[in-house]
């Protein structure tokens, strides 16, 4: 029995050094020490069902995709409901509902769209597909399927799926390998990338590999093993963290045209040897510009805004699943010149981090009674 209605209300008062052993969150709220700031960490929703992404409503309402295939709608004393006119979604390993964005300019009326990924189930497998929706209700209304990958396939994973909005409206969406490294360098398929699509679903007419009878018109960026974690910045560029095989996982600085490597160029390891898979580097190859030196699994990355921060402004946030750490990355242009944990076990599998508009940052965590939670400085 889901227990997403019961409000906690319980404050724990002692303090959580930076060192202290990590501890996960079982009541309303936690005090985190950090290098420049105590955080305060609350649970605003409990009982989701393995949610994979979070937007924030301009209402204050939250949409969480649940991957067996739910929508959530959270209001915003954390009580939960479902909404109705969801595909029907290829639940099966990693598969199912992924990851859900608003139009920039959602809230003017014209531009109300609900942007969601999704593992469409097909002959031979399943496909990376992205739709949109209006918000009506308790449903969601005028469903559109406005891409789908070239082709189905098993086995189920790496579906990439993170959607990023660039400034001029149009939208990234990464797919990933599908499990099939190779795939990730075949410029005739859409696996293994980070594709350009206009707000229909179209494709822009300066993406980066048109006139290009090799290259399918979508790609923007090809060698992508599986990217579940991407941010538009303030400024306009693009981050993105990418899963590799055992270790090599990577925060890449993603620009159109490039070719990241995989799976020729990989500092993670062959799961059953142990061997290096690929070379440190190749030229014509874009590096990494931050391996996380741990088995870190990334999924999820923001970029911090809010004032409310103080120093933390422009710096990067990026959600760890098998790690279950927060880290925070110090940038400069391209280069991290500092990073720190903040959260280290305190939530579990991080799968997605965004900053609010509120200027709060939301987490959710993958758990088969997941959660969602806001961290913000202690007044």
Do not use: C
Not at 28 to 43: H, K, M, V, Y
Not at 163 to 185: C, F, H, N, V, Y
Not at 322 to 332: A, I, M
């Amino acid at each position: 029995m889901h227990e997403a209605y019961k409000q906690l209300s319980v404050v724990l008062l002692a303090g959580v050094a930076a060192s202290a052993p990590a501890q996960a969150v079982e009541e309303g709220e936690e005090r985190i020490a950090t290098e420049g700031q105590e955080l305060r960490l609350e649970r605003v929703a409990q009982g989701l069902e393995h949610p994979w992404s979070v937007a924030m409503l301009p209402d204050g309402r939250f949409l969480v995709s649940e991957r067996p295939g739910r929508m959530a709608m959270v209001d915003e004393g954390g009580s939960i409901s479902h909404l109705e006119g969801v595909p029907q979604v290829s639940a099966q390993g990693q598969g199912g509902l992924l990851d859900v964005s608003l139009h920039p300019r959602y809230g003017d009326g014209d531009h109300d769209w609900v942007y969601f990924t999704w593992s469409k189930p097909g002959d031979g497998g399943s496909a990376t597909a992205l739709s949109r929706a209006r918000l009506t209700d308790n449903a969601l209304t005028d469903v559109e399927t406005l891409f789908e990958q070239d082709r189905t396939s098993s086995p189920g994973r790496h579906y990439g799926s993170r959607i990023g909005w660039l400034p001029d409206e149009t939208l990234l969406i990464s797919i990933g390998d599908r499990g099939t490294p190779e795939r990730a360098q075949d410029q005739g398929d859409h696996a293994g990338s980070v594709l350009r699509l206009t707000s229909e679903g179209g494709v822009p007419d300066d993406n980066p590999f048109l006139g290009d009878d090799a290259t399918l018109d979508e790609l923007f960026t090809l060698g992508n093993r599986n990217v579940q974690g991407m941010v538009v910045t303030d400024q306009g560029v693009v981050w993105a963290t990418e899963h590799g095989p055992l270790g090599g996982d990577e925060l890449n600085f993603i620009e159109a045209g490039e070719n990241y490597g995989w799976p020729a160029v990989s500092q993670g390891r062959d799961y059953g040897t142990r061997e290096p898979i690929g070379e440190d580097s190749l030229s014509g190859m874009r590096d990494p510009v931050h391996v996380f030196d741990v088995h870190f699994a990334p999924s999820g990355l923001t970029q911090i805004t809010s004032t409310s921060f103080g120093d933390w402004q422009g710096d990067l946030l990026a959600g760890g699943l098998r790690s279950e750490q927060l880290h925070r990355l110090s940038v400069d242009g391209r280069e991290v010149v500092a990073s720190e944990t903040v959260l280290d076990g305190h939530i579990g599998r991080i799968r997605d981090v965004i900053q609010g508009q509120d200027g709060a940052i939301y987490l959710i965590n993958d758990e088969a009674q997941g959660s969602l939670y806001r961290l913000r400085p202690v007044d």
